[in-house]
């Protein structure tokens, strides 16, 4: 479990779930989001509401995207500034989560 700093200030927090980052994993929500500045935006937020949106009718089972949205995607204090908290602290679960085998960290370099 990962805590996520929504604002500035620190006065906003939301803890985000290991289901949750998986649920970001399996449907690769993050793939693509951010454009080529590397800027995370309102528009940002805007366009990973809309891929969530259009993937739950499309869903075997739309359970876990739905609690990602309700939980954290559409938290009343959901700003750009959480949401790129969000993708550092999913960075740094995936490499907890699935480390890469020497063979993948040779490829990489």
Same mark, same amino acid.
């Given at each position: 479990?990962?805590?996520?700093? !929504?604002?500035?200030?620190?006065t906003?927090?939301?803890?985000?779930?290991?289901?949750?980052?998986?649920?970001l994993r399996?449907y &690769?929500?993050?793939?693509?989001?951010?454009?080529s500045?590397?800027?995370?935006?309102?528009?940002?937020?805007?366009?990973?509401?809309?891929?969530?949106? &259009?993937l739950?009718?499309t869903a075997?089972d739309p359970?876990?995207l739905?609690d990602?949205c #309700?939980?954290?995607?559409?938290?009343?204090k959901?700003?750009? #500034?959480? !949401?790129?908290?969000l993708i550092?602290?999913? !960075?740094?679960?995936?490499?907890?989560a699935?480390p890469?085998?020497p &063979?993948e960290?040779?490829? &990489?370099?």
């Amino acid at each position: 479990m990962f805590t996520i700093q !929504l604002n500035e200030k620190g006065t906003h927090h939301l803890e985000v779930d290991d289901r949750h980052f998986q649920t970001l994993r399996d449907y &690769a929500l993050f793939r693509d989001l951010v454009d080529s500045t590397g800027y995370v935006t309102e528009q940002t937020l805007d366009k990973l509401k809309c891929n969530v949106r &259009a993937l739950i009718p499309t869903a075997d089972d739309p359970k876990p995207l739905i609690d990602l949205c #309700y939980e954290i995607i559409y938290h009343p204090k959901m700003k750009s #500034y959480g !949401l790129r908290h969000l993708i550092l602290a999913y !960075l740094e679960w995936e490499k907890k989560a699935y480390p890469l085998t020497p &063979a993948e960290e040779q490829s &990489a370099e």
